[in-house]
């Protein structure tokens, strides 16, 4: 399903909860309750990566792109794609939306925030309000797309004489209603500020967790935008990932009573998460308020966890526009039909970035680089 149709089905589904809370599992041991366990519910990971409140969306793209052709697009043959939705993998890769580069061209968003962690590569980004940015190899954009924005998210392919692999998970968070109307920001969290952890367990194995947003023992992550819901640390939001050497063992802190977790393990073979042992490509939620003792199997496993308190209002939501009534999504329509939320400044609706470190020049001329 390409991310057009996932839109779509978003405009129909009144949650995202292929996550199904179960109730507790108890069993007697010598007579006595046993605990519960912290595995709560598994569902296979697909395109879409299932979520619970309050994130509403997570996918996961990996693409192994070929050298760059010199205008920042694949030198390959793009016969038998479906340009302009090309989302076949054909040869290890996909054009996505874009026709001369891999991207997603300018589309509009209201009433909720995008989290981009570009594992490898580069991310070109272009928006309504004239704010420009280049970034990836570890960097994180957090945009709060609030009463509205348009923006543009191509894939530049630099590197003429090798390949431009690219991987990154793009995670939709909501917005509370008195905040969905909020003045669109962006914050960068360049990969030389995100917080790392090392913890080596008692045979010498290490995990490595990067904390985006949250904390981690003494490791806090740089702030969210100030509109955020993941702003208040009540809200108990946690974005991490996970690299587990083989045989590793790590366990997860709790988090407040009350919050959601699910940890996707997308890469390796197995874990055991308390008494369970799970196959990679799984959605795990997790009892939030429980400790996960982690115990990777004989190969290599990375993890993403997304964990917050949920927002627990309804959901309306219609192609790019998530909002708390139908009445506001249409409102959302005819604003954008009206203003183009602020219109758009570049020369094509897929624009690209002369070749340039990496770097972010916001709306009101303030200019970032990432180290």
Known sequence: MDRRSLIQFLATAPVIAACRAESPRVELVEGRPAAPDVV???VALEFQWPVLDPFLFCVHHDDAYPAGNGAFGPAASLAGRNMGSDFSAKDGFSMYH??????????????????????RGLVDHSDSLGAAARYGRGDVQWLTAGNGIVHAEMFPLLDASAPNPLELFQIWLNLPSTDKLVAPHFSMLWNHTIPRHAVVDGAGKATELAVIAGKLGPKSAASPPPKSWAAHEAHDVAIWTLKMAPGAEFTLPPARDGSNRVLYFFSGNEVRVGTRTVPVRRAIELRAELAAPLKNGASESEFLMLQGRPIGEPIARHGPFVMNTMAEIEKAYSDFRATRFGGWPWPSSAPVHDRDARFARHADGRLERGA
């Open 98 to 119: 874009g026709e001369a580069v891999p991207g997603f061209p300018s589309h509009p968003h209201r009433g909720f925030e995008t989290v981009t962690v570009v594992r």
């Open 40 to 42: 709560k519910n598994l």
